[in-house]
Structure formats: C-alpha cells, structure tokens
Nanobody, 126 residues
C-alpha cells in the first residue's frame, strides 16, 4: 500500500485541522492504521491508531480528548481531526499502515508499521 498524507498547515493555538491520508495500491480495509508525529529535535512518537474497520481506536495521552482518528474504507482514506491545538502539537505528522491477522488489532509502536506516508507539517502558533 502507498500512503499520501495531506492537510497540514499553520494554525493558531486553540484552532483545528483535519489531516488526511490517502491509500492506494491494495485494499485499505485490510490494514490497521495509525498517526505518528515528530517534532524538531525529538523522536517520532505515537499519536493515534485505528483498527481495520475503524471500530477500535487508541490515543496517546497527550492528545486524548482533542484528536479523533477515523477512516473511510470506501474512499481508502484515513483521517485525523485535531481540535484545541497547542504549540506543543507542532510536528511533522505521518500516517502508517499494517496488515494484521486479527480484525480488531491496533498497534502503537513504529516497528509494527511497514508502510509509511511522507509526512505533513503542522505548525501551531501561540
């Protein structure tokens, strides 16, 4: 599967953005997916994960209650809705996909994802 992230930009603190990740190449509904982010000078970190059908989700504590992951398998697209953005959310955001053997499986570690998009920059000004 090939992944293409988009939707990043510059937003003021307290604002919102929706990231998209378009998948192509194979049936996206057979892949679990996730969002990760990498801030300048920091390691890439987990943000959110979603199961193949979108019924199971998990979030990093730092974004819980503010970010929502979703997917439209008919459109082969993964989304990340980000509300109440903070300057510390500034990072390059990456989407990732993995093909699990169990339908409700989700993963939070980078090493569990063999497929990655190119990243989209999100900058939150104070």
């Amino acid at each position: 599967v090939q992944l293409q992230a988009s939707g990043g930009g510059l937003v003021q603190a307290g604002g919102s953005l929706r990231l998209s990740c378009a998948a192509s190449g194979r049936t996206f509904s057979t892949y679990a997916a996730a969002w990760f982010r990498q801030a300048p000078g920091k390691e890439r970190e987990f943000v959110a994960a979603i199961s193949r059908a979108g019924t199971v989700k998990t979030y990093a504590d730092s974004v819980k209650g503010r970010f929502t992951a979703s997917r439209d398998n008919a459109e082969n697209t993964l989304y990340l809705r980000m509300n109440s953005l903070k300057p510390e959310d500034t990072a390059v955001y990456y989407c990732a996909a993995s093909r699990p053997t169990v339908s409700g499986a989700i993963f939070t570690k980078m090493g569990d994802y063999p497929y990655w998009g190119q990243g989209t920059q999100v900058t939150v000004s104070s």
